[in-house]
Protein backbone atom coordinates (compact mmCIF):
# COMPACT_ATOMS: atom_id res chain seq x y z
CA UNK A 1 0.00 0.00 0.00
CA UNK A 2 1.35 3.49 -0.66
CA UNK A 3 -0.42 6.97 0.34
CA UNK A 4 -1.16 10.39 -0.80
CA UNK A 5 -2.06 12.40 1.79
CA UNK A 6 -5.06 10.01 3.93
CA UNK A 7 -6.47 8.11 0.50
CA UNK A 8 -4.44 4.95 0.79
CA UNK A 9 -3.22 3.70 -2.96
CA UNK A 10 -3.08 0.01 -3.69
CA UNK A 11 -0.36 -1.80 -5.42
CA UNK A 12 -1.66 -2.30 -8.48
CA UNK A 13 0.79 -4.44 -10.06
CA UNK A 14 3.55 -6.41 -8.41
CA UNK A 15 7.25 -7.22 -8.97
CA UNK A 16 6.10 -10.42 -10.57
CA UNK A 17 3.82 -8.58 -13.00
CA UNK A 18 0.59 -9.62 -11.11
CA UNK A 19 -2.55 -7.65 -10.28
CA UNK A 20 -4.16 -6.95 -7.06
CA UNK A 21 -6.47 -10.31 -7.84
CA UNK A 22 -3.54 -12.07 -8.81
CA UNK A 23 -4.34 -11.56 -12.70
CA UNK A 24 -1.89 -11.31 -15.44
CA UNK A 25 -2.02 -8.05 -17.61
CA UNK A 26 -4.07 -10.33 -20.30
CA UNK A 27 -6.21 -11.99 -17.82
CA UNK A 28 -10.20 -11.99 -17.86
CA UNK A 29 -11.61 -12.07 -14.42
CA UNK A 30 -13.98 -15.25 -14.19
CA UNK A 31 -16.81 -15.08 -15.77
CA UNK A 32 -19.78 -17.45 -16.13
CA UNK A 33 -23.21 -16.89 -18.10
CA UNK A 34 -26.65 -18.45 -17.90
CA UNK A 35 -28.99 -17.70 -21.10
CA UNK A 36 -32.77 -18.25 -20.41
CA UNK A 37 -33.36 -17.50 -16.79
CA UNK A 38 -36.22 -15.26 -16.96
CA UNK A 39 -38.86 -17.23 -18.14
CA UNK A 40 -41.47 -14.11 -18.63
CA UNK A 41 -38.91 -12.15 -20.71
CA UNK A 42 -38.66 -13.55 -24.46
CA UNK A 43 -34.88 -13.78 -23.86
CA UNK A 44 -32.84 -13.18 -20.93
CA UNK A 45 -29.54 -13.66 -19.73
CA UNK A 46 -27.60 -13.42 -16.30
CA UNK A 47 -24.00 -12.77 -16.87
CA UNK A 48 -21.29 -12.85 -13.58
CA UNK A 49 -18.28 -11.65 -14.18
CA UNK A 50 -15.66 -10.87 -11.32
CA UNK A 51 -17.86 -8.87 -8.82
CA UNK A 52 -20.40 -7.87 -11.33
CA UNK A 53 -23.82 -9.77 -11.41
CA UNK A 54 -25.93 -8.42 -14.43
CA UNK A 55 -28.94 -9.37 -15.47
CA UNK A 56 -31.03 -8.77 -18.99
CA UNK A 57 -33.99 -9.19 -20.58
CA UNK A 58 -35.75 -8.52 -23.96
CA UNK A 59 -38.67 -8.06 -24.97
CA UNK A 60 -40.23 -8.00 -28.39
CA UNK A 61 -40.37 -7.37 -30.92
CA UNK A 62 -43.19 -5.57 -29.62
CA UNK A 63 -45.47 -2.44 -29.93
CA UNK A 64 -44.28 0.45 -29.63
CA UNK A 65 -44.73 2.71 -26.40
CA UNK A 66 -44.82 5.86 -26.61
CA UNK A 67 -46.29 5.38 -30.33
CA UNK A 68 -44.84 8.72 -31.41
CA UNK A 69 -41.28 6.49 -31.47
CA UNK A 70 -42.41 4.63 -34.24
CA UNK A 71 -40.74 4.17 -37.91
CA UNK A 72 -42.53 2.64 -40.33
CA UNK A 73 -39.51 1.35 -41.90
CA UNK A 74 -38.31 -0.70 -38.91
CA UNK A 75 -37.68 -1.66 -35.32
CA UNK A 76 -36.71 0.49 -32.90
CA UNK A 77 -34.55 -0.73 -30.17
CA UNK A 78 -34.83 1.10 -26.63
CA UNK A 79 -32.48 -0.08 -23.84
CA UNK A 80 -32.94 0.80 -20.46
CA UNK A 81 -29.60 0.14 -18.42
CA UNK A 82 -30.13 0.36 -14.78
CA UNK A 83 -27.77 -0.16 -11.49
CA UNK A 84 -29.60 -1.70 -8.49
CA UNK A 85 -29.51 1.18 -5.40
CA UNK A 86 -27.65 -1.97 -3.55
CA UNK A 87 -25.32 -2.79 -6.48
CA UNK A 88 -22.66 -0.22 -4.98
CA UNK A 89 -20.79 0.33 -1.54
CA UNK A 90 -22.57 2.90 -0.85
CA UNK A 91 -26.22 3.08 -1.73
CA UNK A 92 -26.59 4.30 -5.20
CA UNK A 93 -29.65 6.90 -5.50
CA UNK A 94 -32.36 4.60 -7.47
CA UNK A 95 -33.40 5.73 -10.78
CA UNK A 96 -31.97 6.84 -14.13
CA UNK A 97 -29.01 9.33 -13.83
CA UNK A 98 -26.95 11.09 -16.68
CA UNK A 99 -24.60 8.13 -16.05
CA UNK A 100 -26.89 5.55 -16.65
CA UNK A 101 -28.44 7.41 -19.49
CA UNK A 102 -25.37 7.51 -21.65
CA UNK A 103 -24.53 4.19 -21.11
CA UNK A 104 -28.52 3.16 -22.45
CA UNK A 105 -27.28 5.21 -25.38
CA UNK A 106 -24.54 3.58 -26.17
CA UNK A 107 -25.78 -0.10 -25.87
CA UNK A 108 -28.11 1.13 -27.92
CA UNK A 109 -26.26 2.20 -30.90
CA UNK A 110 -24.44 -0.77 -30.97
CA UNK A 111 -27.35 -3.01 -31.25
CA UNK A 112 -28.26 -1.03 -33.90
CA UNK A 113 -25.54 -1.91 -36.09
CA UNK A 114 -26.37 -5.69 -36.20
CA UNK A 115 -30.02 -6.45 -35.37
CA UNK A 116 -32.18 -6.80 -38.34
CA UNK A 117 -34.17 -3.80 -37.78
CA UNK A 118 -35.87 -3.51 -41.01
CA UNK A 119 -36.95 -7.13 -41.14
CA UNK A 120 -39.69 -6.02 -37.90
CA UNK A 121 -40.98 -2.05 -39.42
CA UNK A 122 -43.43 -0.61 -36.94
CA UNK A 123 -42.43 -2.63 -33.87
CA UNK A 124 -40.30 -2.32 -30.81
CA UNK A 125 -37.32 -4.19 -29.11
CA UNK A 126 -36.96 -3.51 -26.42
CA UNK A 127 -33.93 -4.56 -23.91
CA UNK A 128 -33.40 -3.92 -19.99
CA UNK A 129 -30.06 -4.58 -18.18
CA UNK A 130 -30.08 -4.71 -14.59
CA UNK A 131 -26.67 -4.66 -12.60
CA UNK A 132 -27.49 -6.04 -9.38
CA UNK A 133 -23.75 -5.79 -8.01
CA UNK A 134 -20.81 -3.77 -9.66
CA UNK A 135 -17.75 -3.55 -9.75
CA UNK A 136 -16.36 -1.91 -12.94
CA UNK A 137 -16.74 -2.99 -16.71
CA UNK A 138 -20.81 -3.03 -15.70
CA UNK A 139 -21.50 -1.33 -19.20
CA UNK A 140 -19.44 -4.51 -21.03
CA UNK A 141 -21.12 -7.15 -18.72
CA UNK A 142 -24.53 -5.98 -19.58
CA UNK A 143 -23.77 -5.61 -23.45
CA UNK A 144 -22.74 -9.32 -23.01
CA UNK A 145 -25.54 -10.32 -21.12
CA UNK A 146 -27.97 -8.52 -23.66
CA UNK A 147 -26.41 -9.72 -26.15
CA UNK A 148 -26.99 -13.38 -25.25
CA UNK A 149 -30.81 -12.31 -24.30
CA UNK A 150 -31.67 -10.60 -28.13
CA UNK A 151 -29.99 -14.33 -29.16
CA UNK A 152 -32.17 -16.06 -26.73
CA UNK A 153 -35.42 -13.96 -28.04
CA UNK A 154 -34.75 -14.96 -31.46
CA UNK A 155 -34.13 -11.95 -32.39
CA UNK A 156 -32.10 -11.65 -36.29
CA UNK A 157 -28.87 -10.52 -35.92
CA UNK A 158 -25.59 -10.26 -37.69
CA UNK A 159 -23.51 -11.69 -35.27
CA UNK A 160 -23.24 -11.54 -30.98
CA UNK A 161 -21.56 -8.22 -29.66
CA UNK A 162 -18.93 -9.27 -27.40
CA UNK A 163 -17.31 -6.44 -25.00
CA UNK A 164 -14.61 -5.82 -22.92
CA UNK A 165 -12.61 -3.08 -20.71
CA UNK A 166 -9.20 -2.53 -21.23
CA UNK A 167 -6.87 0.48 -19.65
CA UNK A 168 -3.67 1.10 -18.53
CA UNK A 169 -2.83 0.39 -14.68
CA UNK A 170 0.77 0.80 -13.20
CA UNK A 171 2.26 2.07 -16.59
CA UNK A 172 1.10 -1.49 -18.16
CA UNK A 173 -1.97 -2.05 -20.45
CA UNK A 174 -4.42 -4.02 -18.59
CA UNK A 175 -7.46 -6.16 -19.75
CA UNK A 176 -10.65 -6.13 -17.85
CA UNK A 177 -10.13 -3.49 -15.33
CA UNK A 178 -11.33 -4.27 -11.69
CA UNK A 179 -12.75 -1.48 -9.26
CA UNK A 180 -9.27 -0.58 -7.86
CA UNK A 181 -7.82 -0.04 -10.85
CA UNK A 182 -10.77 1.83 -12.60
CA UNK A 183 -10.27 4.29 -9.85
CA UNK A 184 -6.35 4.20 -9.45
CA UNK A 185 -5.54 3.73 -12.66
CA UNK A 186 -4.16 5.53 -15.60
CA UNK A 187 -7.10 4.80 -18.06
CA UNK A 188 -10.47 2.44 -18.98
CA UNK A 189 -11.79 1.93 -21.82
CA UNK A 190 -14.11 -0.24 -22.82
CA UNK A 191 -14.60 -1.71 -26.18
CA UNK A 192 -17.70 -3.59 -27.85
CA UNK A 193 -16.46 -6.12 -31.39
CA UNK A 194 -18.57 -7.73 -33.85
CA UNK A 195 -15.91 -10.47 -33.84
CA UNK A 196 -17.09 -11.67 -37.29
CA UNK A 197 -16.97 -8.48 -39.35
CA UNK A 198 -14.14 -7.28 -37.08
CA UNK A 199 -15.85 -4.04 -36.35
CA UNK A 200 -16.09 -2.01 -33.36
CA UNK A 201 -19.39 -0.83 -32.10
CA UNK A 202 -18.77 0.90 -28.81
CA UNK A 203 -15.31 2.42 -27.87
CA UNK A 204 -14.61 5.17 -25.11
CA UNK A 205 -12.19 6.39 -22.98
CA UNK A 206 -11.39 8.14 -19.72
CA UNK A 207 -8.00 8.83 -18.63
CA UNK A 208 -4.59 9.30 -20.33
CA UNK A 209 -2.68 7.06 -23.03
CA UNK A 210 -0.49 7.50 -25.45
CA UNK A 211 -0.92 6.60 -29.46
CA UNK A 212 1.02 3.81 -29.39
CA UNK A 213 -0.64 2.54 -25.65
CA UNK A 214 -3.88 3.28 -27.38
CA UNK A 215 -3.02 0.45 -30.37
CA UNK A 216 -1.77 -1.78 -28.06
CA UNK A 217 -4.66 -1.87 -25.67
CA UNK A 218 -6.93 -1.58 -29.19
CA UNK A 219 -5.26 -4.93 -29.55
CA UNK A 220 -5.36 -6.73 -26.12
CA UNK A 221 -9.32 -5.73 -26.00
CA UNK A 222 -9.94 -7.24 -29.29
CA UNK A 223 -8.31 -10.44 -28.27
CA UNK A 224 -10.31 -10.17 -24.84
CA UNK A 225 -14.05 -9.64 -26.78
CA UNK A 226 -12.70 -12.58 -28.69
CA UNK A 227 -12.37 -14.69 -25.72
CA UNK A 228 -15.55 -13.44 -24.59
CA UNK A 229 -17.23 -14.24 -27.94
CA UNK A 230 -16.15 -18.37 -27.15
CA UNK A 231 -17.79 -17.93 -23.85
CA UNK A 232 -21.08 -16.54 -25.17
CA UNK A 233 -21.04 -18.99 -27.97
CA UNK A 234 -20.43 -21.66 -25.50
CA UNK A 235 -23.20 -20.33 -23.18
CA UNK A 236 -25.82 -20.42 -26.06
CA UNK A 237 -24.78 -24.12 -26.89
CA UNK A 238 -25.41 -25.26 -23.15
CA UNK A 239 -29.00 -23.75 -23.33
CA UNK A 240 -30.02 -24.73 -26.71
CA UNK A 241 -27.92 -28.06 -27.75
CA UNK A 242 -30.32 -30.94 -27.24
CA UNK A 243 -27.97 -33.81 -25.45
CA UNK A 244 -27.91 -37.02 -27.50
CA UNK A 245 -31.10 -39.67 -26.59
CA UNK A 246 -33.03 -36.77 -25.63
CA UNK A 247 -36.38 -36.24 -27.08
CA UNK A 248 -36.02 -33.00 -29.67
CA UNK A 249 -37.66 -29.82 -28.40
CA UNK A 250 -40.86 -29.83 -30.70
CA UNK A 251 -41.15 -33.53 -28.91
CA UNK A 252 -41.49 -32.12 -25.42
CA UNK A 253 -44.19 -29.28 -24.72
P1 LIG B 1 -18.55 0.64 -15.85
O1 LIG B 1 -19.32 -0.08 -14.78
O2 LIG B 1 -19.04 0.33 -17.22
O3 LIG B 1 -17.06 0.45 -15.70
P2 LIG B 1 -18.04 3.33 -14.89
O4 LIG B 1 -16.62 3.38 -15.37
O5 LIG B 1 -18.88 4.58 -15.00
O6 LIG B 1 -18.85 2.20 -15.66
O7 LIG B 1 -18.08 2.88 -13.38
C1 LIG B 1 -17.10 2.05 -12.82
C2 LIG B 1 -17.62 1.46 -11.54
O8 LIG B 1 -17.83 2.49 -10.58
C3 LIG B 1 -18.97 0.76 -11.63
O9 LIG B 1 -18.91 -0.54 -12.18
C4 LIG B 1 -19.36 0.74 -10.19
O10 LIG B 1 -18.66 -0.29 -9.50
C5 LIG B 1 -18.87 2.10 -9.71
N1 LIG B 1 -19.94 3.11 -9.74
C6 LIG B 1 -20.53 3.65 -10.82
N2 LIG B 1 -21.51 4.51 -10.48
C7 LIG B 1 -21.56 4.51 -9.14
C8 LIG B 1 -22.35 5.19 -8.15
N3 LIG B 1 -23.32 6.05 -8.49
N4 LIG B 1 -22.09 4.94 -6.85
C9 LIG B 1 -21.11 4.10 -6.48
N5 LIG B 1 -20.34 3.42 -7.35
C10 LIG B 1 -20.54 3.62 -8.65
Redesign the pocket.
Known sequence: MGSVGAKEIPELLNAEGRRIDGRRLDELRPISMKVGPLTRADGSAFVEWGE?KVMAAVYGPREVHPRHLMQTSKAIIQCRYN?AAF????R??PGQ?R?SQE?SKVITEAFESVVFTEEFPKTSIDIYIE?LQ?????????LVAASLALADAGIPMADLVASV?VGKVAGRIALD?K?EE??FGEA?M?LALVPQSGRLVLIQM?GHMNRDEIREALDLGTKGCREIYERMRQALRTRYEVPAGAPAPEAMA
Open positions: NMSVDEKRDRIVANAGTRCAGALKDNDPE
